[in-house]
């Protein structure tokens, strides 16, 4: 279906603070795009095909800008662990699997059934250093109808054998494969560039990144300054490095002409926090990430004051839950807990700013998406709030709320990616 | 079926730190009681009805010490207020209906079922100053098979008409007739003395709920100490009082010889913290409720380490979410920001450790409850946890941590509470 109209009560944002609402209204998808929201239905879309969604809400898909889809087989374990504990015990050897298909299949097979029934319409992927398996969980993306960046991941130093990788040559090579494999091979799926993070990488290998990135204009998305004792060993690593940013910049992986998304972005540095800004770096806020691991929480009030563009991440398996609703809840309570405890100049975020970051926030990162206004592409969710417990007499923002803080994937009845439908599953 | 043998992946708290597991074994119910956990099945017990649940896990019912029953219903909304102003704006206006038995009625049976349908088997409630719709309330609970202890508030100050009651002896006389009229109408549901909080209640009232006290032995909740503003509130209004816990104090209604759990507790004075102790006063850890409404984080590894006696509550509507899974995993996770952020003294809670306080430390307060020793109520769930995607070749311990982060009421295939099935509803 390339034009259709959805009738249903509607919210979107347009900006970091502003909710847009309307009841028993029109949206238009016109091959695949939105054509805006309408109260009355202009005349030249009275002969498109109506769903009729009345009393439900319809809303943008939401985009999770970091999530590791071979840690989903793992999440809830080894939470009593800081970051790096949590990497060497868990992590590795987790990913160590994904050189055998069968398992790959099975465990991004589950993967991926879980983000399909999932309010999230985009992902921005870590898959793990392996080709074949990286390949294998684009197509599965691919078929699912899912819009995602997927990364076949660097890593040449320390980590265990068999999952790190013999050299930066192989790791080039590795990726020159994979990009040759993936070119022209997908309509939703693209690939990104990821080196793991700075501890994982040897110059050599972020010097040949950087080559493959003018080659092929691909987005970067990595890992920055999450966890103390991350940020200690990065110290060390790179002791010519201003900062732990620095040392993506110096090899010519972070932002300015490359679009990229870094991950967690808990403990900027001075330095750091203006190399962010200048180079407009798109923060993936991961809260529950922060939590779980220790890491502490990151400054989004003062990423949002000063221009800089933030989205949300449920960055599996740091965090338990693949719903960036939860994230946007997440998101509003450790700000809340910022503001209480560390500085009350930082207004707490509130249930706007936090959809916001959760919609339109990441949806950035993929062009014109996660937002109705006219020419962005149409990425919708249709959620049946009605099944809720609880008081019915609300305006739509209130509405919203009880979705961000009560809903799960028995409520949402419709999605779509780029105006086609998404099966929800069983 | 009075005396049955559940069998099962089985795990229990016996103390703070310690969970007990057993693969394959017996939980045997004698009486509504547990008489233990065995690997092989006692030769007295080997003619008892046998219920296999081979494969999932058997674990105590949960135990909510502290949750609004009638703010079930606007759960969610006004998150983005403090405590006063969300008292103000949500909670007294929507508390005002509970006048309206017809409200009341399909209002509390919501709530009903979705405690019913979930994991908690215990709670202590709060419901309102109204004396019939609390009656109704208990009458609703009884029906259930749930085990509660739910108090009609007293409120005779600083709250808006017509939920202000309009005098210290309504107040208590409405309490005395609420108190004949459940004497004796129930056997799993009881009263408790619940004055509001210090702000809502005169010294008047205070000294006739501890009159109310010594003549029928009733346990006492309330809230303490949990948000800043509130705390200043207390401050001025009983300026006599070493802290807002010895404004309890001074009128009989804080511990000792008197059970009492207070909620929150986050923000303990030297003087305060020692009361609670002296006093052993049971802290309701409300972390949820307690980043929802930007309190903070109340110093739980200090409470632990001093011996004060501590389990976790839901606080619906300061939390949104009912299940103390919930609450365990919010404990664990604030409890690490705790840590990173303020005192790098107090460890972060364990997954054994919010277990324990899920069922053995809110069970405490119910008596024998919240374990499977011997002796103790057989209140027990059987989980399911094998429909919770990702791995399978786990021990129990790490069962139970998916089950913390990632179950749902779906996965809860029976539940007992003092060895009678729970009906979990559709």
Redesign the interface.
Known sequence: MEKFVLKGDICYSTDTRTLQTAEAAYLVCVDGKSAGVFETLPEQYQDLPLIDCSGQLIMPGLVDLHVHAPQ??????G??LELIDWLNTHTFPEESKYADMAYAFSAYL??V??IQRGPNTRSVIFATRHVPATVLLMDLLEESGLSCMVGKVNMDRHAPEPLVETSAAQSLADTRTWLSEVAGRYSRVSPILTPRFIPSCTDELMAGLGEIHREFGLPVQSHLSENKSEIDWVGALRPEAESYGHAYYRNGLFGGDVPTVMAHCVWPTAEEFALIKQQQIRVAHCP?SN??L????APIRRYLDAGVPVGLGSDVAGG??TSIFRAM?DA???S??Y????DQDAA?L??EEAFYLGTLGGGRFFGEVGSFAPGFEFDALVIDDRSI???RD?EIA?RL??V???S?ERHIVRKFVQGAAVALGT
Chains 1, 2 share one sequence.
């Open positions: 989903f087989a793992f999440r809830s374990l939470m009593d589950a993967f059934g879980d529950q939590i779980n220790s890491s502490g929480i338990a839950n809840s509003i309570g450790v809340k807990l503001w209480r405890l560390i707490p509130t249930l417990p609880g008081r609300l209130d709320a009880r961000v803080y009560l799960d």
